[in-house]
T-cell receptor, first 115, second 112 residues
Framework: SAVISQKPSRDICQRGTSLTIQCQVD?????MFWYRQQPGQSLTLIAT?????????ESGFVIDKFPISRPNLTFSTLTVSNMSPEDSSIYLC????????????FGPGTRLTVL | EDKVVQSPLSLVVHEGDTVTLNCSYE??????LLWYKQEKKAPTFLFML????IEKKSGRLSSILDKKELFSILNITATQTGDSAVYLC????????????FGKGTRLSVIA
């Protein structure tokens, strides 16, 4: 398995501001993903972070709102832009070494509260 | 240290069998326990449990939480090959440095 760390672990932000969440994996991985879990709801995939190219976004998520970077095989960032209270959620990074989606490893999450 | 432990790590059964997957946890500031099925890119949500002793059911799947003994089980009856997947257990916390703690998953293989 891979060890995944996220920073910050939590933050409280004002409406209209932006927050960048960092995800660091302890070894090279092929795939990295960003998820959101809103209070009382399920895990929702935001996008796949592609190394060296633009992220692939799921339906309902756009680059202007959730810019993602992945400069190398062990690091990615997710920015939540122009935040509103509806963005309050846990944001999770996950990593996958091979081609099997069954072997993803999840980070500890970042709890974001937007006032 | 917060942890979620799933057992068994892997399981092979025949179609029609009933399986029980286990998830035990040691987590402070418990908020909820979640079960997911992962066979594609994103895990599929199965159940969210917050109260002890109340069974949640969805078709052939059911789950229950015991907050006193700190564990949950996921039952699958009359298994089918389509049930083959990794089943993930995660615990959400109200506060702390790790909002979500995942177990390593149980890999279930159902053979015809």
């Amino acid at each position: 398995s891979a060890v995944i760390s996220q920073k910050p672990s939590r933050d409280i932000c004002q409406r209209g501001t932006s927050l960048t969440i960092q995800c660091q994996v302890d070894s090279q991985v092929t795939m990295m993903f960003w998820y959101r879990q809103q209070p009382g709801q399920s895990l929702t995939l935001i996008a796949t972070a592609n190394q060296g190219s633009e992220a692939t976004y799921e339906s309902g998520f756009v680059i202007d709102k959730f810019p993602i970077s992945r400069p190398n095989l062990t690091f990615s960032t997710l920015t939540v832009s122009n935040m509103s209270p509806e963005d309050s959620s846990i944001y999770l990074c996950s990593a996958q070494r091979g081609i099997s989606y069954n072997e993803q490893f999840f980070g500890p999450g970042t709890r974001l509260t937007v006032l | 240290e917060d942890k979620v432990v799933q057992s068994p790590l892997s399981l092979v059964v025949h179609e029609g069998d009933t399986v029980t997957l286990n998830c035990s946890y040691e987590v402070t500031n418990f908020r909820s326990l979640l079960w997911y099925k992962q066979e594609k890119k994103a895990p599929t949500f199965l159940f969210m449990l917050t109260s002890s002793g109340i069974e949640k059911k969805s078709g052939r799947l059911s789950s229950i939480l015991d907050k006193k003994e700190l564990f949950s089980i996921l039952n699958i009856t009359a298994t089918q090959t389509g049930d083959s997947a990794v089943y993930l257990c995660a615990v959400e916390r109200y506060s702390g440095n790790t909002p979500l703690v995942f177990g390593k998953g149980t890999r279930l293989s159902v053979i015809a």
